[in-house]
């Protein structure tokens, strides 16, 4: 990662407010998701919400995929040890992959169950796969084990930052903050 | 971040005391334990021993152990297509295409409600169509009815707890009538339901038998206007007495096979329009006798395949797939039999495939 003077401290602005719009929508999904299955009497109108719900972030994910592609990313602060650049990067990546593969493996899922992928009223969406009971079945268990990893993945990711705010004090939330935090005195680029 | 702290020069401030950084720790061990408690409380891991579709569908295999590969109810059964003919006289009810007027594909599957495959065939076990309606703007109608015109409970935990109390202890083989005696006297809808059940007697066979949807839905027309309904399936064929039980296994379902090759059979399709006030999330009851029928077609049922080669097998009959222009009442059933149907297809749809009792050969007869 370049560390000139002219690196950004924050993230692009769209980045940052994808993030939490997505970091919402994820979180409500994890939660829909894993009462839903276990609700009897809910189930059927968590999973009206569910699939749309999923469907919208995978179109975010997209989006922010090709965002965080066109812009730079604010050079990581001295503060974070190349052997913490190393889990940071992985859990970046990890975190794009779950929020996009887990919308594409519901959506398949659905598909190779022979069932109607319905977002809302008469609106569907054309299935991606033929019905296969056995791919069914080994998709719906991945379903379920990305969207454990990605809450763990999540739980991890807010302790990280958490730590590098309120402990290392290097002002690590502010990259990310929606609104524009002047690093009076530092620049995350310079060293 | 305050004025202060983004004034500290590069990098990280001084060091926080240790105090202060065990304090600041904690509060984010804090923060994650509630949000992986939040997590695990609404994924129902701190109350075992609520009802949810998993306890429902292990309360099936408990009773009639895990069947590889087979629906957890209504296990015994064979596939069906035909088409469905709409008179167009639904459409001011229910802006679905499928009741526009013209005919729409349909494939089904015949059934015996009970866990188990392999069982023989007895005349008063409960019967069941399901139907699925693939209109052309891709929008699918998936119904499952039995042959009974009401339902022993109207919520999910009594539905439960009637399936524990009346079926037979493994051991004994036999159903504990202090069981059975306990439930009803808690659920006087269930006895009421269980005396109009005991008052009619089966048909012949299933070609000759009403099938009813039971759960109440709600029709919503192309103004926007909504109106609960029922819907049940009326026979051509004049029913017939039960035939006498003879020692082929499968003589319910041979006998409908051996119909089907000789001709299609027909249902009137006939939607019970329900009144304000009449209770829709009351499947153990019926509604005064006085509503409204309307006849919106004929269902026609013209070749008969077995479960090993259909694709039909792997379809769940979800009663709450439905098109636009049908929506689920407040019926708590509807949710609980979506979740269920779900778990049972997800359970049987990874387990290895055993034949079918209604085997290709069976059909072929
Ligand atoms: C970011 C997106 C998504 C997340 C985080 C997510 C999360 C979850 C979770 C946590 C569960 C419960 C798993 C379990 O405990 O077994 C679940 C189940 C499910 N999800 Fe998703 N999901 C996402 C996208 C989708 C999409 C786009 C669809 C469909 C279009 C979908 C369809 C389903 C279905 C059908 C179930 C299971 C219902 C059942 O077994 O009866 N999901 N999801
Ligand atoms: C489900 C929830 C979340 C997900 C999936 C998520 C995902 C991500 C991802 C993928 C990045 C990399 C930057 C990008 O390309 O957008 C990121 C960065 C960041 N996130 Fe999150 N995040 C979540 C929740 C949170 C929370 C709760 C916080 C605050 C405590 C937070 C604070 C940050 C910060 C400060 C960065 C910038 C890190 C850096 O400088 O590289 N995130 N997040
Ligand atoms: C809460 C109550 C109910 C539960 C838990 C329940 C459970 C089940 C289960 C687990 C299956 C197997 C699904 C599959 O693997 O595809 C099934 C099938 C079926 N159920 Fe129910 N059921 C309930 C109520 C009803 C009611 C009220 C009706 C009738 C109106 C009904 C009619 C059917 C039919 C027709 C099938 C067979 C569908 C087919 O042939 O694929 N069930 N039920």
């Not at chain 1, 019905?131 to 719906?140: E, H, K, V």
């Not at chain 2, 042959?147 to 504990?176: R, Y």
């Not at chain 2, 006849?295 to 097998?313: K, N, Y």
């Not at chain 2, 979800?318 to 929506?327: K, T």
Request: hydrophobic fraction near 45%; aromatic fraction near 8%.
């Amino acid at each position: 990662m370049a560390t000139t003077t002219t690196s950004p401290t924050q993230f692009a602005f769209l980045l940052r407010i994808l993030h939490w719009l997505m970091a919402a929508c994820l979180l409500a999904m994890l939660f829909i998701g894993v009462s839903m299955v276990t609700s009897v009497g809910n189930y059927h109108q968590l999973l009206a919400i569910h699939r749309p719900l999923g469907i919208s972030i995978l179109i975010l994910a997209l989006i922010r995929l090709v965002t965080r592609l066109m812009n730079r990313t604010p050079a990581l602060p001295p503060t974070v040890p190349p052997s913490e650049r190393m889990i940071m990067k992985l859990s970046e990546f990890a975190m794009y992959a779950l929020f996009i593969a887990l919308p594409l493996i519901g959506w398949a899922m659905l598909s190779a169950g022979n069932y109607p992928i319905v977002m809302f009223g008469s609106v569907h969406l054309p299935p991606i796969l033929a019905p296969q009971p056995m791919l069914y079945a080994t998709l719906r268990k991945t379903h379920t084990i990305l969207a454990y990893a990605l809450f763990l993945a999540f739980l991890a990711h807010m302790s990280g930052v958490l730590f590098h705010t309120w402990i290392v004090r290097d002002h690590f939330l502010s990259r990310m903050l929606p609104w524009t935090v002047r690093a009076k005195g530092r620049r995350a680029g310079e060293i | 971040m305050t004025e202060s702290e983004a004034n500290q020069g590069f990098g990280a401030p001084p060091p926080l005391p240790m105090g202060a950084v065990i304090a600041r720790l904690a509060g984010i061990g804090l923060l994650v334990v509630v949000i992986a408690g939040l997590f695990l409380y609404v994924g129902g891991w701190l109350t075992p021993h609520a009802l949810t579709p998993a306890a429902l569908v292990d309360t099936f295999e408990h009773i009639n152990g895990v069947q590889s590969g087979f629906r957890r109810n209504h296990a015994k059964g064979v596939c069906v297509t035909g088409y469905f003919e709409s008179n167009g006289q639904g459409a001011t009810l229910s802006r679905a295409q499928v009741f526009q007027q013209g005919r729409v594909p349909v494939v089904g599957r015949f059934a015996l409600a009970g866990g188990q495959p392999f069982a023989a065939d007895t005349s008063h076990d409960v019967r069941s169509l399901a139907l699925l309606f693939k209109t052309a703007d891709g929008e699918e109608w998936r119904t499952g009815m039995i042959n009974i015109p009401v339902f022993p409970v109207n919520k999910p935990q009594d539905f439960h707890d009637f399936l524990v109390a009346t079926s037979p202890d493994p051991k004994t083989g036999k159903v504990d009538g202090a069981a059975v005696g306990a439930f009803l006297s808690k659920h006087p809808e269930t006895a009421a339901a269980l005396k109009i059940l005991g008052s009619g007697t089966p048909t012949s066979g299933f070609s000759d038998s009403s099938y009813y949807g039971l759960n109440a839905f709600r029709f919503v027309n192309a103004k926007g206007e909504d109106t609960p309904v029922r819907w049940w399936i009326n026979p051509d064929l004049t029913a017939a007495p039960p035939s006498v039980e003879t020692t082929d296994k499968n003589y319910l379902f041979d006998q409908v096979i051996a119909q089907i090759h000789s001709g299609p059979l027909r249902w009137h399709l006939i939607v019970i329009v329900g009144q304000p006030g009449d209770p829709t999330a009351e499947a153990a009851s019926m509604w005064p006798a006085d509503r409204q029928q309307i006849d919106v077609g004929t269902v026609t049922i013209s070749t008969v395949e077995s479960e090993d080669t259909s694709p039909t097998r792997d379809i769940n009959f979800d009663p709450l797939v439905l098109p636009d222009g049908i929506r689920a009442s407040d019926d708590p059933l509807l949710s609980t039999r979506s979740a269920a149907y779900s778990q049972s297809l997800t359970r049987r749809d990874g387990e290895r495939k055993i034949p079918s009792a209604i085997s290709t050969a069976e059909v072929q007869k």
